[in-house]
């Protein structure tokens, strides 16, 4: 019955408990090498638009490839670690928080480069991206 069931769980996961955790760690570290490089790349964009038209459209290509990789990195967390049965409601939860950042920062977008410029959007943003990394990084 129910105790038979819970016992193969516990010992799948006494057996491959390296397994798990070194796919976990490996997850988290790609996905804190996306944030961080996307934090550093966003922070030289200012830079990069000021210098050449080709630099800048490099960057944002090679931050749009580093920023790609974060997706996938949060969908196999919530693959592993996330109850079976609270998947879905969770990985929805987290994915909503981007479109929710989108209508957030969309109107303090507009007052940063109001006020002190558009570059200003890059460094504010790119600070926070930064801090978020480094939360994580103390998390693992």
Do not use: D
Request: charged share 10%; hydrophobic share 50%; proline share 4%.
């Amino acid at each position: 019955g129910g105790n038979r069931y819970h016992y193969k769980i516990y010992f799948y996961i006494a057996q491959n408990f390296h397994k798990i955790i070194f796919k976990f760690l490996i997850v988290f570290r790609v996905f804190g090498i996306g944030i961080g490089a996307t934090a550093l790349l966003t922070l030289v964009t200012p830079l990069c638009a000021h210098m050449s038209t080709s630099l800048l459209i490099a960057v944002r290509v090679i931050e749009g490839i580093f920023e790609g990789v974060t997706y996938p990195c949060i969908h196999a967390v919530w693959a592993r670690w996330a109850p079976p049965l609270e998947r879905s409601r969770l990985a929805t939860l987290a994915f909503s928080g981007s479109y929710a950042g989108t209508v957030v920062s969309m109107p303090i977008c507009s007052i940063l480069a109001a006020k002190l410029g558009w570059p200003s959007i890059f460094y504010v943003f790119g600070k926070i991206c930064n801090r978020i990394r480094q939360i994580l990084l103390k998390i693992i």
